[in-house]
């Protein structure tokens, strides 16, 4: 692969499910893009072997399987995402957006397990230049996923939803405070008020120097 002197922007885009994320995610993409840079949008669970057994396993029929099994697979799936795609791009000087990442698996798996045998599952991650974190009523959330024809995978139940949503806003507090830059964002607005917000916040960050990736972990 070619390689830049130039190290691209890792952002991750967070939420409970209803958020918008993945449109947001779009949407960015294509606001760099028409300033010329290349992008790359993925996601978690990524698109790889683990991501898609995932993908299998959260669905309504499947096992009801011990959530440290969910923690394990979701951290497994990371490391391939990160190797197979997110340093490969952001080392060659492509931008990638990733919709989810470490802060799921600290919000989601949190309401079972301990947080601190999440995190430290995934200490291996680098984090994110920025993330930025879509926060709306737990209410809302779940009318957007029921008219999306949704909500019955292993995490869109509503009781479920707000205790992620409330970890969410902790965990941004707690990571902020040891100088990470995580961006909490109010996605009750439609979806260009959120756009507009997000390149407001992203724009600064485009002629940053990024350090290394691997600098340090989660
Ligand atoms: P998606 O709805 O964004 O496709 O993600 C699938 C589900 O997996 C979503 O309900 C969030 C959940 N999830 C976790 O519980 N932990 C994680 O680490 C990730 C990446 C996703």
Same mark, same amino acid.
């Given at each position: 692969m070619k390689q830049s002197n130039r190290h691209g922007l890792f952002i =991750?885009?967070? &939420?409970?499910d209803?958020?918008?994320?993945?449109?947001q995610a779009e949407r960015l993409a294509d606001w760099l893009r028409d300033r010329g840079r290349d992008v790359l949008v993925t996601c978690e669970p990524s698109k790889g072997t683990v991501g898609r057994l995932i993908r299998d396993i959260i669905k309504p029929a499947a096992d009801n399987l011990d959530e440290r099994v969910f923690a394990l697979l979701f951290a497994a799936d990371r490391i391939d995402h990160i190797e197979r795609e997110?340093?490969?791009? =952001?080392?060659? &000087?492509?931008?990638?957006?990733s919709d989810r990442y470490v802060m799921s698996s600290l919000a989601y798996q949190?309401?079972?397990l301990d947080l601190d045998w999440v995190r430290n599952l995934n200490r291996f991650a680098p984090p994110p230049d920025i993330t930025l974190l879509l926060n709306a009523p737990t209410e809302l959330c779940v009318e957007r996923i029921q008219a999306a024809g949704r909500g019955r995978e292993r995490y869109e139940k509503p009781e479920y939803l707000e205790q992620i949503r409330l970890n969410y806003l902790d965990i941004a507090s707690t990571l902020t405070a040891e100088g990470r830059r995580i961006k909490v964002l109010d996605a009750a607005f439609g979806i260009e008020e959120l756009h507009q917000?997000?390149?407001?916040?992203?724009?600064?960050?485009?002629?940053?120097r990024q350090p290394r990736m691997d600098s340090h972990g989660y």
């Open positions: =991750v885009l967070e &939420g409970i209803g958020t918008g994320t993945t449109t997110i340093q490969p791009a =952001v080392s060659a &000087g492509r931008d990638v957006i949190s309401v079972i917000q997000i390149i407001d916040l992203v724009r600064p960050l485009l002629h940053v």
